[in-house]
């Protein structure tokens, strides 16, 4: 059958009128595929199906919120019996001390949990926490570090011309966005990230002034950039000297890269933890957990932090059915989908060898990203704006879509293999790969 589209042009001329970007999210639309977006129809297990009745693999798993995959006959019970018996009460719920308690067991610093919907959400609660614990107003984040759409962090998370983001030793703080908060971004500071001399001077120069340093564990929204040995490490400890609250963002790393995240996985001890996308598997489920003593705050009359949806009864059931799944057979899940991982990368890795196209492989685990370059490894977000070829990447990932292959065109988002992915996943996406770079189907890297 040849591959057609057809519907899905149809559909996105049916948009114009009505959405922006055909969809809800900029990271979805047209600007993302240089064409219009493919739409989706249906999923289960590692497959998604388009209103054309195409097939793919999908590695993109919506952004890394299902960690089963689609369609898990687990999530889909639980949904169901929420569903028929109360999708939402906004009442303190027996579902969510369960879940709360399944958290505390695994994640080692969640001392108590607080429950939202995304990880947005859950980031401007930790940051309010921390200017009112610390009683200070400013925050530190990394270049290239994405924590949500909220004016105080949106900031330096695009990739831009090498030229616009000034100095190493003084970036340039470049808002991401027109309407923010005109003050909004007086209070935070950037500094460029796997960089611990860096991160020492900024702290030195705003001693006393630093509510909170906010860091991914693993950079996520420029491909896949691993933590330096021993920087997060460095990073915790420069926090802890200076009383300043380490918020450890996990939206994407929790519940993926190890049952407790880069916390367990890199042996940290951050005072606040967000979690978001894996965490719902395919609910808006996010959380904040943390020590006790900073957590407290949120009792009334201190912190705030409101949500009508927060704790919704569905989200809940299908949060917790998504931790029973994962973490069965003392945590096998994980493992499984770290050498299914290592299966995929070492085998796209060869074929970029083989064919000596200029592209490498990162991953940590189950993140992993295709990125096309000529450097040996990209080690922060102002390598990734320099050596990346981001034009032949979208063109690769186009190239995979007549091939059942399924991924973001975005060459900053990563891609992840869940539980649903298979052998035979992994050895159709190589056979993809490869057909890919052959001259005929258009791929130049
Ligand atoms: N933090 C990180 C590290 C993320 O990658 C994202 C989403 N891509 C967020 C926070 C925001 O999460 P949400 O989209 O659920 O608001």
Redesign the pocket.
């Known amino acids: 059958m040849r591959f057609s589209t057809e519907k899905s042009r149809q559909m996105y001329q049916r948009t114009l009128g009505v959405l922006i970007e055909a969809s809800s999210s900029s990271s979805r639309g047209p600007a993302t595929f240089g064409q219009c977006p493919i739409f989706m129809e249906k999923g289960k297990g590692s497959r998604i199906y388009d209103v054309d009745g195409n097939e793919y693999i999908d590695w993109m798993m919506a952004?890394g919120a299902l960690p089963l995959g689609h369609s898990h006959p687990e999530v889909v019970e639980a949904i169901a019996e929420a569903a028929a018996t109360g999708a939402h009460f906004a009442t303190a719920t027996p579902v969510e001390i369960e879940l709360a308690e399944i958290i505390q067991k695994i994640v080692p610093n969640a001392e108590r949990v607080r429950f939202a919907n995304?990880?947005?959400?859950a980031?401007m609660a930790a940051i309010r926490l921390a200017r009112g614990v610390t009683g200070r107003p400013k925050i530190l984040k990394f270049e290239g570090?994405?924590?949500?759409?909220y004016d105080d962090v949106l900031v330096s998370s695009n990739v831009l011309p090498p030229a616009a983001l000034g100095l190493r030793s003084d970036p340039v703080k470049i808002p991401d966005s027109s309407g923010l908060n005109r003050t909004a971004l007086d209070d935070t500071i950037v500094v460029p990230w796997n960089d611990l001399p860096a991160l020492e001077r900024a702290t030195e120069n705003h001693r006393g002034q630093i509510a909170a340093i906010i860091t991914?564990g693993v950079m996520?929204?420029v491909g896949v950039i691993p933590p330096a040995e021993g920087y997060l490490q460095g990073l915790e400890k420069l926090a802890k000297a200076n009383g300043i609250v380490f918020i450890l963002?996990e939206?994407?790393t929790g519940f993926r890269i190890a049952p407790g995240g880069c916390q367990e996985y890199y042996k940290l001890s951050p005072d606040l933890v967000?979690f978001?996308?894996a965490l719902g598997c395919g609910l808006?489920v996010?959380a904040l957990v943390g020590r006790a003593a900073i957590m407290g705050a949120l009792q009334w009359g201190g912190v705030l932090h409101y949500g009508t949806h927060n704790g919704s009864r569905i989200g809940m059931f299908a949060a917790r059915a998504n931790l029973r799944a994962l973490t069965r057979d003392n945590n096998a899940p994980f493992a499984d989908t770290w050498r299914l991982a290592d299966r995929l990368c070492t085998g796209l890795r060869e074929i970029f060898r083989e064919r000596g196209v200029p592209a490498i492989v990162q991953n940590v685990g189950p993140m992993f990203q295709i990125i096309f370059t000529s450097q040996p490894a990209i080690r922060d977000y102002r390598e990734f704006c320099q050596f990346v070829d981001r034009t032949a990447f979208q063109k690769f990932v186009l190239s995979l879509f007549p091939l059942g292959i399924y991924a973001s065109p975005s060459a900053a988002l990563h891609s992840i293999v869940t539980l649903a992915h298979t052998e035979e996943d992994v050895d159709k996406t190589l056979n993809a790969a490869t057909r890919a770079l052959e001259p005929s189907v258009g791929t130049s890297a």
């Not at 995304?118 to 959400?121: D, F, P, V, W």
């Not at 570090?145 to 759409?149: A, E, Q």
Request: net charge negative; hydrophobic share 25%; proline share 5%.
């Open positions: 952004f995304t990880g947005t959400e980031m570090h994405y924590h949500g759409w991914e996520a929204n963002d939206t994407v967000t978001g996308k808006p996010a």
